[in-house]
Every structure is written in structure tokens, then in C-alpha cells.
């Protein structure tokens, strides 16, 4: 790539957009109306239906060019003893500038729109414990009954018959069932894949991720299959304009449990019980060891066999995997980094607080 002036002012502009999202972060309801409800969904189908009938990932591949690029960069870098090194840091800085600007119209914005709460009419509050109780309960009765009804004895556990098309396949249908009742969840236009580096995501400890540039889900294929269903209808979220990880696992949830396939709502009320039994632990040891007490034991060897699957592909790295990861989601107005996962419990009560209302 040779020297010229418009690296100098690509790369300009990369400090200035720095300061536009942060101007953004302060105006949720400008966002939600002109970009999230406005231009996105249109931006989003658009890339849907360009590559959503490709076969392979696209975006798994650019992401792998883009790897190449970056080793490449740093090792003339070195070999070249520096040599134009502030011309090869500008023209670093144009090209990191042009991702960033991708990165943000294409779908990053949608961290900066109203929360997903205040558009649902849930009231936004601290739970109490008895309320948290009484939500876990509840998911624990539909978890238990959602198992027998597939297995017809309590100690197995269950074992899904589909391939991961199916469960894509399936997974429209419960957003169209879903889009009845809230309209703004309505997905069209599939492009859910396979990742290329479901190994590589297993190592760093991930279930699947959308990529941003391609408007492609990726969902990791290694995954056990009780938690197929929940991770791609948490991708299919991301897709739809939900770019905080609590409100993606909310609408997956939901997307999930409104399916007719009793795989995806066995899939729902899993899903909804490790999280909010996890923040059981966090506030009550005592009540949580009674909790799983009543839970199935079939369920129990299913999370038993997560815990060693995730387990097996323990390593040195993913810790700073999951800090980089961390860092990324707390810039971009995610507080709570990593733990943002976890405050799907907030609008789990809130929802069953209001279908009781």
C-alpha cells in the first residue's frame, strides 16, 4: 500500500469517531430511533441476504486474512528493522480507522440504543431474594416437566436428534411464534453458519459470536447440543439489533421458549436456570444447594457433561481471552464486562413479575 496524503486523514479520523461514540453513549433515544429502528434493519438484511446462502463463513475468513495481515505487518515491521516506521504506523492507524467506522455503522451502534427493559416496560430494579427464588422455582418446575416430556424417566439425559441445520431450521420458527407477541423481534432473512474456528472458539471459551462486518452468527459446532438451540437464537439477537449480551440471552430465551420443538424449550428453561441459579450461589449457598436438589438428575448429568466439555479445553490463554473480551464490552457501554451475561437474571424476574401481573 503506498504513502499517500489520504492515510494521513483517514487516520485523523479515527481519534474524532473515538469522540462521536462517546457523544452517542448519551443519547440512547436518538440511536434507537434513526439507527437501531431505522437504518440498521435495512443494513442488516442487506448483508443477510448477500451471504446468508453461502455455505461457508465469510466472516470466519476475513477474519483469518485479517490475522494474516496483522503478523505480516509486525514481522516487516521487525525484519525491516523499523525502517518508515511512523508512515507504516499511519497507514496502520487509516486502515484500524476504516474498520472502526465499518465496525459501528454496520452494526456497533446498537450498544448505544435504549435498554431492551425500558422498550418491554419492565420496571428496572434490585430483585429481592424471594423474588429471585420464586423465578428459580418456577424454571425449575417447567425444566424438570420440559425433560420428562422427552425422555420419560428422570435420570436420562437428553440427547437431541438434530444436526446443526436443523436447529437453525427450527430456530426461525420460534422467532416467527415469538414476532406475534413483539413485533420487534422479527428476524428475516437467515445467515446463521457453522464457524470455521469452533476448535479455536472451544479453546477461549466461546459458544458463538456475530460478526459485525458480515452480519453473519456463528455458532461453535462443538458445543453440546442442549445448549445449541439457546446459543443460536442468542446470535440471531445480535443480528437483529440487540448488541448487549444480556438482552441477546433475554430475546434467545424467549426466542427459544416460544418454539413448538420441545428441544428448544427444554434448551430455554436450561439456559434460564444456569443463570439464575448461578446468582442463587452469589446470595444464598444454602438455598442453592436446596435448589438442585429438586432438579432432575438426568438435567444434572446434562450440566455435569457441559461443565467437563468446557473443562476439557481449559488453558494458559483463555483468561486473556475473556480480559480482552471483557475490556472490549466495557467500552462499549457494557459496565459490567464479562458479567453483563449474568444480568439476563434481571429481566427473567421482570418478565415473570409481569406475565403474573
Known sequence: MKWNKTHIVVAAFLPVQMILMRLAENHPNVIEVYYSIGIYPYISSFFRILLGWIPFSIGDMLLSILLFIIIRFLFLLIKNKFKDFIKKIIKATAFASTIYFCFYLFWGLNYYREPLAKSLGFEQRKHSNTELENVTNYIIENLNRTHLKITNNDSIKVN????????????????????????????????????????????????????????EAHVNKLVPKTSYPTTTCHEMAHQIGYAAENEANFIGFLAANYN???????????MAFGYCIAEVRKRDPKL??????????????????SYEFWNSYKNIFEPLVKKGYNTYLKANKQSKGTDSYNYVVDLLISYYRKQVN
Not at 411464534?177 to 479455536?200: D, G, H, R, V
Open 288 to 305: 442453592y444447594q436446596s435448589l438442585w436438589k429438586k432438579v432432575n438428575k438426568g438435567i444434572i448429568q446434562d450440566f455435569n457433561d
Open 260 to 270: 413448538n420443538d420441545l428441544y428448544f424449550k427444554y434448551a430455554s428453561y436450561r
Open 160 to 215: 437431541s436428534p438434530y444436526s446443526s441445520k436443523d436447529f437453525y431450521k427450527l430456530a426461525i420458527d420460534g422467532y416467527n411464534n415469538l414476532a406475534i407477541k413483539y413485533p420487534q423481534f422479527n428476524y428475516k432473512q437467515s445467515s446463521i453458519k457453522n464457524s470455521l474456528m469452533s476448535e479455536l472458539q472451544s479453546y477461549n471459551g466461546t459458544s458463538g459470536y456475530i460478526n459485525p462486518l458480515t452480519g
